[in-house]
């Protein structure tokens, strides 16, 4: 059975539907900033079901584990994502240091640290 948060997100390993190969291939790649450097990695991909898109990534930078909704990914590539943001905007990402697929009130962080609005927030969810 899929690990599931209230808002409907899974793991990318539990996901049963249809994604984009690029992001089927996200996790374990690089994360790039707007300046095209390298500061992390991908550790988790979070899709939300009901979409069938990615939602929400985790990633490792500077020893912390952090949250970017895909809204902030301006390209997914073999080589990884590219956020749109400086370094700096990555590393005050909300922290998510668990294993667990991220509630909605630490989506809804990551969602308004970056100046989105989560659609998961809407009730579309």
Same mark, same amino acid.
Not at 20 to 35: C, L, R, T
Not at 50 to 68: R, T
Not at 96 to 112: E, F, I, N, T
């Given at each position: 059975?899929?690990?599931?948060?209230?808002?409907?997100?899974?793991?990318?390993?539990?996901?049963?539907g249809e994604l984009d190969?690029?992001?089927?291939?996200?996790?374990?790649?690089?994360?790039?900033d707007k300046n095209g450097?390298?500061?992390?990695?991908? &550790?988790?991909?979070?899709?939300?079901?009901?979409?069938?898109?990615?939602? =929400?990534?985790?990633? +490792?930078? @500077?020893?912390?584990? !952090?949250?970017?909704?895909?809204?902030?990914?301006?390209?997914?590539? &073999?080589?990884?994502?590219?956020v749109e943001e400086p370094?700096?905007?990555? =590393?005050?990402?909300? +922290?998510? @240091?668990?294993?667990? !697929?991220?509630?909605?009130?630490?989506?809804?962080?990551?969602?308004?640290?970056?100046?989105?609005?989560?659609?998961?927030?809407?009730?579309?969810?």
């Amino acid at each position: 059975m899929a690990e599931e948060n209230g808002g409907g997100l899974v793991r990318l390993d539990d996901f049963d539907g249809e994604l984009d190969e690029d992001w089927q291939e996200a996790k374990g790649g690089k994360v790039f900033d707007k300046n095209g450097e390298e500061v992390g990695a991908v &550790e988790e991909v979070y899709v939300w079901g009901q979409a069938e898109a990615a939602h =929400l990534i985790k990633a +490792e930078v @500077d020893g912390q584990h !952090v949250l970017i909704p895909t809204d902030a990914v301006t390209t997914v590539t &073999e080589n990884g994502v590219e956020v749109e943001e400086p370094k700096e905007t990555i =590393l005050q990402s909300p +922290e998510h @240091d668990s294993d667990d !697929v991220p509630g909605l009130d630490a989506v809804r962080a990551a969602y308004d640290h970056y100046g989105y609005t989560d659609p998961l927030s809407l009730g579309t969810g």
